[in-house]
């Protein structure tokens, strides 16, 4: 499907690019790849030795990283590849996540979108091809597992997972007055004047209605999107090489391309956008806010990561890293209105309005045929079904789907060889559906 | 002094080469540099903004990070410019580090080397350009200190402390029967028998006592210096590059040069052979087994890392960086021959085989001046003073001194503009000779 060696700066690009894919490829899913047993990175012994074998050595600058089985390996360690930057958890004791492990989830049984046998929940994690997943339910560990390279004191990708954790920062600064959803971003960052950004609201950013020309067809070599990887690409840039050199630059170059308001378009360019608005608007990059507002006051069990580009900027649009379980410490506090130990971490407000979803006739227009009747606000997936659950969703399998009605939290980080959460969505969603009915009807 | 912009693959470089240089450079510090408060890396204002303004924009690959003062930065941020491994702390509760701040302290006089007018130990940090500082007496933090960028959650390069961390490992190995400290390099890396590794001793590479043909002279551009520190770095190689592509490809090229075991030399290339044997004795990397059998058990409140090469090997010779108050729990594990909260983490006899010191007479070949009488062992270079106290040396004046009769353990990370540790020593040896005497002095 894709070919991340044929870019011109390896595998980086295809990496930034990929992030945002996931509506794309869903027509991939019928390509055939090896299954999660065969594809175990751990098996596969990526690598491992000293030095690792040829065959099992993966470079950042080839782009040998990236290729699927290899991807599995890469996506537990992307720090060992590329330049990062910390989200400090603070020095203190982390707090408790309980655990009250329930035998009745894994043979929990549930039907896939299309098919018409039923499939176990424990099934369901190789046909995902999950490497860690973990269920809270009323913020007790109902269900942990960890497959592959991922262990629950390492850390993952969270992909595009990233952008509902700069929306939740953005959705915040709003609620605080600290942003005015209605200033256009010219109003915050002036450089993105005369860009497409310029005259587009705070709002339409942290919804995605922004009208932008930046395609993120893979298939196309002129496509924005791989001119947006390589400007964020950390590696040096090829001598003759005269495009943006950050994700700054490239931000400036984006042009308009029909209106901004109508129509919902996932594009990753917003939540980049969103980063620097927000590092205007408060004098800290999104790394230091996530920080300094959140994963201190978590009691998260590990620091997390974003990676950056040359000048060290966060990935506000992918770039994030985090340990399982902070993940789900995470949804957990959104789950209760924003509150951790009894703090009001983020304002209630902020989260009933992520809660609350956006525009669905906007969401209509954004094409996504297994997502009927959803809608996007502040960089989160609102289902709106009579759960009212939410979720984060990153390439390759990515998740945070809280279900307030049942009291779950599921956080899931997998490498599912197509980057499209299409390809997976069709497990994913009525498990995850399921489970949350299944806690709701055997809740005490 | 150093001219890091001339070197063919820019700063790490230069980074890498640097932090065996310290026995080479005393002779810059007649050179003119800008003070302490002059060159604070938070005043100057580096890599702050969304952008960076250019002139405070720091690179990975054009070497801008490594120049003074810019270095005073990039000491506390590592991770941000270059690839990185994790060594986990685990899941827990740190342990505790309970405060005793004493005010006597910052006042103490003592008489730099050379000098006749008496310092106070307060003053000794902007001469050191400290970028933090902590002392603990009988487990207890009676003084800590930060400065420029680095807080008490942040992560700075140790140097060529990292060789006494790794070391460390290596006496702990011996200890357990793992390592036979008397076979040669060659029965645990096959690889290493051609060159001069092959048929020294492991005890030869701990105490460094190889004869070896690698010159740290880094006004001579043939120096094998520079062809290890292009072998470490992890940008892509140029196209015409035909040398060696990691630390290991690059140690099987070292060629020998007098007899093992006469004399000590300090290169850097010793340790890295520790952290091969080290692996290859183990199965783990030095990160691995740093964070397995030392960091998950010394409550840490911070993971450490290192940084890698463009295969992910832990940079052993220099390539660790911790929190400031973690390092200072390493050497309070150690003053404890080896315990943390009653628990035997480090052999005894390994803490026993460090403090004994090594061969005073082969240190003496090793030209050191300012260290008269002292001796190297285990990667630790041993006073042999009256109070029995050794310590770890990193280049730019990063240190652990273990003073056991004082009942003091001093962990100070900082970024001296003169890489050697004779620019600083005559403040830093009388310095912390003077507070191990009165906190015993002034003990109850």
């Known amino acids: 499907m894709f070919a991340p060696s044929r870019t011109r700066f390896g595998a980086q690009a295809f990496l930034a690019a990929s992030l945002a894919a996931w509506a794309l490829s869903a027509g991939a899913a019928d390509a055939t790849f090896p299954d999660a047993a065969a594809s175990d990175p751990a098996r596969l012994g990526w690598m491992t030795g000293s030095p690792p074998s040829p065959d099992r050595t993966l470079r950042f600058e080839d782009g040998s990283y990236f290729r699927f089985p290899a ?28 655990s009250a492990l329930r035998k ?4 929990l ?12 929940w424990d099934a369901s994690l ?31 990708g969270a992909m595009s997972v990233t952008k509902s954790v700069v929306g939740t920062l953005g959705a915040m600064l709003v609620a605080e007055g600290t942003l005015d959803a209605g200033k256009p971003v010219a109003h915050y960052v002036p450089e993105l004047a005369q860009s497409a950004f310029g005259n587009a609201t705070v709002r339409q950013v942290l919804d995605m209605t922004t009208g932008l020309k930046f395609s993120e067809d893979y298939a196309d070599p002129k496509a924005e999107v791989w001119a947006h990887a390589q400007a964020g690409n950390p590696l040096p840039k090829p001598k003759d090489y005269t495009g943006p050199r950050s994700y700054y630059e490239f931000l400036q170059t984006v042009q308009p391309e029909g209106r901004h308001g109508e129509g919902f378009g996932y ?43 040359s000048i060290g900027t966060p990935f506000a649009g992918g770039g994030l890293n985090t340990g399982l379980r902070d993940l ?31 525009d669905k006739a906007a969401f209509v227009k954004g094409g996504y045929p297994l997502l009927q009747g959803w809608s996007y606000r502040n960089m989160w997936w609102v289902t709106h079904n009579d759960h009212g659950a939410y979720m984060a969703r990153g390439v390759h399998g990515q998740r945070i789907y809280i279900d307030p009605k049942a009291d779950m939290v599921i956080v899931r980080y997998a490498s599912h060889p197509v980057a499209g959460n299409a390809a997976n969505d069709p497990v994913t969603l009525p498990a995850f559906e399921a489970l949350g009915r299944h806690l709701l009807r055997t809740a005490r």
Do not use: C
């Open 267 to 309: 594009k990753t360019v917003n939540s980049d956008v969103l980063g620097w608005v927000i590092a205007r608007a408060t004098g800290r990059t999104v790394a230091q806010l996530l920080s300094e507002r959140i994963w201190r006051h978590l009691g998260a069990e590990q620091d997390a990561y974003f990676t950056v580009d």
């Open 126 to 156: 190789a046909a995902t091809y999950t490497d860690g997943i973990l269920v809270l339910h009323r913020g007790r560990v109902v269900y942990e597992r960890y497959f592959g390279v991922l262990k629950n004191d390492g850390q993952h």
């Open 109 to 120: 049984r549930f039907t896939p979108l299309g098919a018409t046998t039923p499939m176990t």
């Open 328 to 358: 789900a410490r995470f949804g957990e506090m959104l789950r209760n209105d924003g509150r951790v130990r009894g703090v009001q971490v983020v304002p209630r407000a902020a989260v009933e309005d992520i809660r609350r979803g956006g």
């Open 71 to 98: 991807m599995r390996w890469s996506v537990s360690n992307f720090r060992q590849l590329m330049p990062t930057v910390n989200v400090s958890r603070g020095l203190g004791a982390p707090s408790a996540l309980p």
């Open 104 to 107: 009745d989830i894994g043979t």
